[in-house]
């Protein structure tokens, strides 16, 4: 099973709000046994395409799940799904130029690249949501951006949000725009000049939430080793819907620097994101 959208130029609206909320049920209900009916602690990264920040599965274009595990192979086999063309927004892993929307991969031991394609854009703007559970504490992960040239890190034990925007320039609607790219916290890992790690990813980069769960509507953020500068601050709930958007200002020494929300959030788990230039670090967040 994989994601596909029944969509067409008659009572379009209606066929969407209709099949694909269950189709989408089918597929994580099938994820989820899969996953876990068999090997419970098996790692695995579900990404999504969102149309928006705003809940509900009407939002999500398409989707991909890779799961990790010792007897998974590099070769096409039965742990392994082929992707379905959807007529719109389209989401797959490359797998040696076969798109499948899920994968069973090697687990990683040492490095390993995910190169996503994606194709037949609608919009200006997208997410990429990344969901990782099960990994090793010593792997790390980033978003590779080959258009903007950036990385993203991505939190393998939480929810990850990425947003980007499609232009006029052809590379920003590249099928290979993207990737994630694995590497063992024991093992170093070169890319072109043009495609350095941000200092972000550094082993000497130090990003802490203190206290976390949060206290009130305050975030306390301990730093030590990032780059002087301005920095936006982002907030994103479990559902990737945006409360909340502002700055800080680091002048590159190690301190505190202090978030205040101006709104009440409900209890629950979130995404923060701070970035600078090509520099972007997610944490999670919990407010009680």
């Known amino acids: 099973m994989n994601f596909f959208t029944i969509k067409g130029s008659l009572n379009k609206k209606n066929l969407l709000n209709t099949f694909k909320p269950s189709l989408l049920l089918i597929l994580f209900l099938q ?7 068999q090997t419970p602690v098996r790692a695995k990264l579900a990404i999504q395409l969102l149309l928006s920040t705003e809940p509900g599965p009407q939002n999500t274009a398409d989707g ?8 998974f192979s590099t070769s096409i086999g039965n742990e392994d799904s082929y992707k379905f063309t959807n007529l719109d927004e389209n989401l797959a892993i490359n797998c040696n130029g076969t798109f499948l929307s899920i994968e069973g991969r090697p687990t990683i031991h040492g490095s390993d690249t995910i190169k996503l394609a994606m194709w037949k854009f609608r919009q200006k703007s997208y997410y990429l949501k990344l969901n990782g559970a099960n990994f090793s504490s010593s792997l790390k992960a980033v978003v590779k951006d080959n258009y903007l040239r ?22 920003s609607f590249a099928a290979d725009r993207f990737s994630v790219i694995f590497k063992s916290g024991h093992r170093t890992f070169s890319l072109s000049a043009a495609m350095k790690f941000s200092s972000a990813f550094e082993e000497s ?15 306390t953020l301990l730093i030590n080793n990032l780059k002087k500068g301005r920095y936006g601050v982002s907030l994103y709930s479990s559902e990737g819907q945006l409360v909340y958007s502002g700055s800080i200002d680091y002048d590159g020494t190690s301190g505190t620097q202090t978030v205040v ?14 970035t600078c230039g090509d520099q972007t670090i997610n944490k999670t967040v919990l407010f009680q």
Do not use: M
Request: hydrophobic letters at 50%; zero cysteines.
């Open 31 to 37: 994820l989820y046994f899969f996953a876990g009916a």
């Open 150 to 171: 950036k990385e993203t890190v991505v939190d393998l034990a939480s929810s990850t949000l990425v947003p980007f925007s499609i232009t006029t320039d052809s590379a």
């Open 205 to 219: 980069v130090s990003l802490t939430v203190a206290p976390n769960p949060a206290t009130g509507n305050v975030i």
């Open 261 to 274: 929300i101006d709104k009440r959030l409900h209890a629950g788990s979130y995404s923060l994101l701070l």
């Open 64 to 71: 991909v799940v890779a799961f990790f595990a010792d007897n």
